[in-house]
């Protein structure tokens, strides 16, 4: 197993390549430490070299995860392989981690005031066989107190109808919370429709997740001076 570490906007990235079982999750455990206790409690660890994970990886992320909040920091997970997502899945673990798709979108972030910002990457089309599933998604992530998220449609290829109704449901559910649901990296195609139908009016649409996430302090700051 190899681990690098980079630090991106004062966010620590772990890139994380091969096997994390029994025998190399303690190196991990240990650069996790080295990091959160070193004075970078923001972690971000991408997971997409991993070919295998097992329980004592899990543990390691978990206990990473424990320290870093501990430290007023986080731990987030970036570029699942499929089979790694499944078996957090599985295991219940998912609903312990915050997930991107990319380490772009994991981190945007950790650019967030005090309130979290929640990036979630959609990819594929977005029809009326996935849009069901993302507005349950975001329904409860709004209601779990998720006040500010940005869609990242980098990988969205199409929207159907149904899509633009979970999104429209989702969107004034955050509304109702006094939040908001915004967008950024929207495709030519999808912008265009997005365009057509007057959307991109109604919602906040940006060019990028950093645009995106800076627009709720730009709002923020805004408010504080009114």
Request: proline residues 4%; charged residues 25%.
């Amino acid at each position: 197993m190899n681990i690098e570490t980079t630090l991106e906007n004062e966010v620590m990235v772990v890139r994380v390549v091969g096997g994390l079982d029994a025998a190399t999750s303690p190196a991990l455990d240990r650069r996790l430490h080295e990091a959160i206790e070193g004075g970078n409690p923001r972690v971000l660890v991408d997971l997409q070299g991993v070919t295998y994970l097992a329980s004592a990886g899990l543990r390691a992320l978990q206990v990473g995860k424990n320290l870093a909040r501990k430290h007023n920091g986080d731990l987030k997970l970036c570029c699942l392989p499929e089979s790694v997502g499944k078996l957090l899945d599985l295991t219940g673990f998912s609903a312990d981690f915050a997930i991107y798709g990319t380490a772009e979108a994991g981190l945007a972030s950790f650019r967030n005031g005090d309130e979290p910002i929640d990036v979630v990457a959609i990819e594929g089309e977005l029809d009326a066989s996935s849009a069901p599933t993302l507005q349950r998604e975001l329904i409860e992530k709004l209601n779990r107190g998720a006040g500010k998220v940005v869609l990242d449609f980098s990988k969205v290829v199409y929207i159907a109808s149904a899509g633009f109704r979970a999104l429209q449901a989702s969107w004034m559910a955050a509304r109702s919370k006094g939040g908001d649901v915004r967008f950024a990296n929207l495709q030519p195609k999808v912008e265009e429709v997005f365009s057509s139908l007057g959307f991109m009016q109604m919602y906040g649409v940006y060019p990028d997740l950093p645009t995106a996430v800076m627009s709720f302090h730009e709002a923020e700051a805004e408010a504080e001076k009114a």
